[in-house]
């Protein structure tokens, strides 16, 4: 098997990064039921080849179940990525396998705002939340029954701060394939009162934003992590130190931007 744990520092900065998200007031509105939930992790746990293509595997807990993302950025002229090609396993103590609740098939829907450039997709798949995380011990991806032995990332509050921060960038500073979107969440965080050059995105190994599809519908799911989150005296504090971590929800179609706090 091939490991996937080569993760390079693509942010750092004179002072210490901060994880957080940027939610209005004008914007705001009431926050629906599947938006309610833990800070959300989006955490690294590897990468998988696809054709010629790198593909990142994130991992995540959510209230119900633990959330796996193979997510992968393609030109406008490459086919869709059929997600039956994908199998994902995640283990726990004794060789069990986790439960799989629910999981993408078929032909993957493509997300980006410029169709003429590309875009990402990103196959889902969700496993039983019953089996405690720290009897998790193992997450295996394979893509054309050739399998690749990912990790199961630290919680945050069990990560040293500094290295949280090693895979986010300045949301100022992203000049990547989603730059649309993501100016679309700057714009809106400035609309909203609040100061974008503060915000950090999750990026992959190409410097590409990890934008995720949202499990609620079309929307594309923005983690913006804030720059007190990830401060030297927040290091052992859990939930959303700061109150500036949220989710921002992004329709391509109306390019309309919502936001949520991280709890």
Known sequence: MRTGT???PLAKSG?????AFAVISTLRG???A?????TPEWSPAGQVKIDRNTAQVLFSEEEKDYRIDVSVSLRADEPPTNADRIEVWLLSKGGKAVSC???DNGALCRV???HLVGGTESAMFFFDHSVDRK????LVVSVDAEPTLCRIPKKPSDTDPGERGKRLMRITEYTGLDLDKVKLVRDALRAAGERSEEFFIPVNDEAMCLALPHRGGGEVCFPLWHETA????NENVPGNPGGKCRNAFLDPKTKKVRFALWK
């Open 6 to 8: 080569n993760w390079k």
């Open 15 to 19: 002072f210490v990064v901060v994880v």
């Open 30 to 32: 009431s926050l629906r």
């Open 34 to 38: 599947e938006d309610q939930v833990t």
């Open 101 to 103: 609740t629910k999981r």
């Open 112 to 114: 980006s705002t410029n």
């Open 135 to 138: 009897d998790l011990v193992a």
């Open 230 to 233: 990830l401060d030297t005296k």
